[in-house]
């Protein structure tokens, strides 16, 4: 996801997703994408799949792959709703719908669709704060589709 984000592939492919900062229509909005993208996001999923049938030699049930594919296809649904949805494990977070809202206001954080695992891993985490959610300096630069503010503030770091 983090590679739809490149500065020369943006406007192309995946500007178009960003244009609603607090998606709410579910579904509608999850797959209002580039036909590109959209391809290869779905492919993505079943090449995921091919590997680990194909390279490690997993025997995967065609059940397990279509319920796969349904809980992806659920969960990027609730990603892009106004309900707060979470899961977790022992106190930790694996699943947070708030984060994909962080994601929407500012595009260069919180990649990862279902946990932030990456996200941690690679610094490009940022923790949901209500009090963004109508902050006008947070909203995206129509042009470039950027957060001047949090990018900026990224650099000071």
């Known amino acids: 996801h983090g590679f739809l984000h490149i500065?020369?592939?943006?406007?192309?492919?995946?500007?178009?997703?960003?244009?609603?900062?607090?998606?709410?229509?579910?579904?509608?909005?999850?797959?209002?994408?580039?036909p590109l993208e959209f391809f290869l996001g779905e492919y993505n999923h079943?090449?995921?799949?091919?590997?680990?049938?194909?390279?490690?030699?997993?025997?995967i049930h065609i059940l397990s792959v279509t319920i796969f594919l349904g809980?992806?296809?659920?969960?990027?649904?609730?990603?892009?709703?106004?309900?707060?949805?979470?899961?977790?494990?022992?106190?930790?977070?694996?699943?947070?719908?708030?984060n994909h809202d962080v994601h929407h206001r500012i595009p260069q954080s919180n990649y990862g669709q279902y946990i932030m695992l990456w996200d941690y891993v690679f610094g490009s985490y940022r923790p949901y704060d209500k009090n963004e959610r109508v902050n006008p300096?947070?909203?995206?630069?129509?042009?470039?589709?950027?957060?001047?503010?949090?990018?900026s503030s990224k650099k000071s770091i």
């Open 7 to 34: 500065k020369k592939i943006y406007p192309y492919i995946h500007k178009h997703h960003h244009h609603q900062k607090a998606p709410s229509r579910a579904n509608v909005d999850a797959v209002n994408v580039h």
């Open 46 to 59: 079943l090449f995921a799949v091919y590997l680990c049938c194909g390279y490690i030699g997993m025997k």
């Open 71 to 98: 809980l992806g296809g659920a969960l990027a649904s609730l990603n892009h709703t106004r309900f707060d949805s979470s899961y977790s494990i022992c106190g930790i977070c694996l699943y947070d719908s708030k």
């Open 137 to 151: 300096k947070y909203q995206l630069n129509p042009k470039t589709g950027k957060s001047l503010h949090y990018v």
